[in-house]
């Protein structure tokens, strides 16, 4: 335990030092991940914590980055303390409306609901004016931090939009953390593990599942958020469903159920696809063999490397 | 709308939702009997389309097209089954799905690299090249009328095939239970390949017969994927007549809203598929084949 500790420890700190070797493309690479980290953490407390699969976790994604696009003025900045709280709030409201709809629904119909209703959120912001089409919505200017006269920081300067990011990311995870460690973070886990007894114990399962949804719907309009200020151009792709398979394939690399799983997950997934297209415009093919590859042999993910590579090395026991 | 006019809307919507059965059946058939979803049913659909294409260029013939065509998907399904789908029957859906999706992926680049990513047409057989008039200025196309016509015939020879021959029994019986079949002494992996590559032969050739109608182009396996999945959500899971039903449904609220509610077209079926999981979260007919 205390070995985890201290990598934990030194990862936050290497993560927290990253800007200072200069390098601006890498700083801007990984922010990028970093907000992936968010939405992977997002995905994982409804996948990994209270095992529903959902393949349409996208949608929320791109709901937090459309309210910046819409709610952006054409030639001023918007305000980062108005339009965030706005992003995660509507991107909530949307998990939970679609929520009360799919979480009645178990197993393989979930997967199959959750990509439907992304798919039909995919379709109003492609092909409705209200979306402004495939083409998205480009911003002309960054939000901008400013209370009053006092500006805390600068969003326009990738290394502040980076510990901005940062800060976020560990309060998400935080956040989770402890909401897991409560009873209703508990509640959710024993639903994962059986319903029928969560059931028979009296909890309000609907409720709970419901709820999950819902915050994992809004923390991934933050992560969606994050990403329209950071690139300053949100377009439909964002609510794709391969952006919901990527999602989930960043979970199964990292391995699930476990909150830093997923943000490893996330590091990897970016680190495939930056090396993938490096090497051939048909990365795509790469990557889904990749997939295969880890499905067949790896289940476990990146997580079960690192645990068998410990029982080799210091022939503890089989399962921690 | 006028009486030759809805006739006309009416059969595209049969014809649409024929078609859409024709994919959802070797989908729903492949999860009801084998436990296993399988994400990249859409590329099949794709593939169809683009061996038909090609195979009718290099032929002449569409016909001799959709035989070759067919003749390729079952190996196509019987390699793929014994490469990679026999080993998700224990797995969970999370690993099925991601399997199936880096699939997706695999079969798209592939395509890419083979054939491009122009859109084609291909044409319409001559036999079926005419219309029948029906008014004056209105007139409706034979080979629609031949496309419904071959998904009812295939409907009806796919229950036939379950539920009164052999081959039949041993898929429900291993559907029920697959060790019981094994341990009884029938190859039971045997049944699953052949049961997978009938699915992916009825994906491809639904691609196939519907290449002159849509066009050949990349997108095609996601978006007939979504519906397929919309139609297996609303007919119940592993139900064929409920995946009859529901394509039938489909068709008629895609058409019929398209046609009278241009602005929501694309969203039609999906405000179905919430209304039918307000009313009946499993589907309109439970598991059942």
């Known amino acids: ?320 | 709308m006028d009486f030759y006019s809805f006739l006309i809307q009416l059969l595209n919507s049969v014809q649409y939702g024929l078609l859409l059965f024709l994919v959802a059946s070797g989908l729903t058939l492949i999860f009801g009997i084998m436990g296993i979803i399988n994400l990249a049913h859409g590329s099949f659909y794709m593939i169809g389309a683009y061996m038909a294409f090609s195979l009718s260029t290099l032929s002449g013939s569409l016909l001799v097209a959709i035989v070759l065509g067919v003749v390729l998907s079952m190996a196509l399904g019987v390699f793929l089954e014994w490469a990679l789908f026999s080993r998700l029957y224990k797995r969970d859906h999370l690993e099925q799905v991601l399997l199936t999706y880096g699939l997706i992926l695999v079969f798209e680049e592939l395509r890419s690299l083979i054939v491009g990513n122009d859109v084609h047409g291909v044409n319409v057989p001559a036999i079926f090249n005419w219309s029948i008039p029906l008014t004056e200025t209105l007139s409706y196309p034979v080979y629609r009328l031949f496309m419904s016509g071959v998904c009812i015939v295939l409907a009806v020879l796919l229950w036939l095939l379950i539920a009164k021959t052999r081959l039949g029994m041993m898929i429900r019986a291993g559907a029920s239970n697959r060790e019981m079949v094994a341990s009884l002494g029938l190859n039971i992996n045997l049944v699953y390949r052949l049961v997978f590559a009938l699915g992916v032969a009825l994906a491809a050739f639904a691609g196939m017969i519907a290449a002159p109608v849509s066009s050949v182009y990349p997108g095609m396996g996601t978006s007939v994927l979504i519906i397929c999945f919309v139609v297996v959500v609303i007919g119940g899971i592993g139900s064929v007549w409920g995946a009859l039903v529901a394509a039938l449904l489909i068709g008629l609220a895609d058409t019929f809203g398209k046609v009278l509610i241009p602005q929501a077209a694309g969203v039609t079926v999906y405000l179905l598929m919430a209304a039918i999981l307000l009313w009946r979260p499993e589907g309109l007919f439970r598991r059942g084949i």
């Open chain 1, 1 to 320: 335990m205390t070995r985890r500790r201290i990598a934990l420890a030194v990862a936050v700190l290497l993560l927290a030092l990253f800007p200072l070797t200069g390098s601006a493309f890498y700083t801007e690479l990984v922010t990028k991940v970093m907000i992936l980290a968010i939405f992977a953490l997002s995905l994982d407390l409804l996948v990994g914590y209270t095992g529903l699969v959902s393949f349409g976790h996208a949608a929320y994604y791109g709901v937090g980055a459309y309210v910046l696009g819409l709610m952006a003025p054409k030639y001023e900045a918007a305000n980062l303390w108005l339009t965030l709280p706005v992003a995660i709030a509507v991107a909530g409201i949307a998990a939970l409306a679609v929520g009360a709809f799919v979480v009645r629904v178990k197993g393989i119909y979930f997967i199959m609901v959750t990509l439907a209703f992304a798919q039909m959120f995919y379709f109003v912001f492609h092909d409705t004016a209200f979306g402004r089409g495939s083409d998205g919505i480009s911003m002309n200017f960054k939000p901008t931090a400013a209370i009053g006269a006092f500006v805390p920081f600068d969003l326009a300067n990738a290394t502040h939009v980076y510990y901005f990011v940062f800060v976020l990311l560990a309060l998400v995870f935080v956040f989770l953390r402890l909401l897991l460690r409560s009873t209703f973070g508990r509640a959710l886990q024993g639903i994962r593990s059986n319903e029928h007894r969560m059931r028979s114990l009296g909890f309000p399962v609907y409720l709970y599942k419901l709820a999950s949804f819902g915050i994992a719907g809004a923390l991934a309009g933050l992560a969606g958020y994050l990403y329209a200020l950071q690139f300053g151009f949100v377009n439909p792709e964002l609510l794709s469903w391969h952006q919901s398979g990527n999602v989930l394939l960043m979970l199964i690399l990292g391995g699930q159920g476990s909150l830093i799983g997923a943000v490893v997950g996330a590091f990897a997934f970016v680190a495939m696809e930056e090396i993938y297209s490096a090497v051939t415009t048909h990365w795509q093919l790469l990557l889904g063999a990749t997939i295969i590859a880890l499905v067949i042999f790896l289940p476990g993910g990146l997580a079960s490397v690192a645990q068998r590579f410990q029982r080799k090395l210091i022939g503890g026991p089989p399962n921690e």
